[in-house]
């Protein structure tokens, strides 16, 4: 039976990411990552991290959907539906009278279908242009 908690070790994260086909950073990396986000939800089966969403969240207008990974084996389950739930729950839970927050997202491909379930717009469309991202790395 699949049970949550706010919890995942770095090595469980990194481990996720592996078997999605996510690029891979050095363990502190991660740990900050998960440490510095604002909310965390693994998917756990037994002891065995099976999915993982990272929310990220300023306070302000902008959220940010970061990680909703869940291990292929265990796809087609509800557990992302339920990771994202979770995320747009806590926010709204979290947000006081008169804010507006903005939680985007970057889909893998392919994925669009998925996010749009919880009223997430693609882009580009007719108001807003294409999202973008760019990956930085320090040698050493």
């Avoid at 086909?21 to 089966?45: S, T």
């Avoid at 909703?68 to 009278?97: C, F, H, N, T, W």
């Avoid at 903005?102 to 882009?123: N, T």
Wanted: aromatic share 12%; hydrophobic share 40%; charged share 25%.
């Amino acid at each position: 039976m699949i049970h949550y908690s706010n919890y995942i070790t770095s090595e469980e994260y990194m481990e996720l990411r592996r078997k999605v086909g996510w690029c891979e950073f050095p363990l502190e990396e991660a740990q900050a990552g998960i440490d510095n986000a604002y909310m965390i939800l693994c998917a756990r089966d037994g002891d065995k991290a099976v999915g993982v969403m990272r929310l990220l969240w300023d306070g302000g207008y902008i959220a940010m959907l970061s990680d909703v990974i869940v291990d292929p084996g265990y796809q087609g389950q509800g557990i992302g539906r339920k990771l994202v739930e979770a995320s747009i729950q806590r926010i709204k839970a979290d947000m006081k009278p008169g804010y507006k927050v903005k939680m985007g997202l970057m889909a893998a491909q392919g994925k669009e279908p998925f996010y749009r379930k919880f009223g997430f717009e693609e882009r580009p469309n007719g108001r807003l242009g294409a999202g973008m991202d760019q990956w930085f790395t320090l040698e050493g």
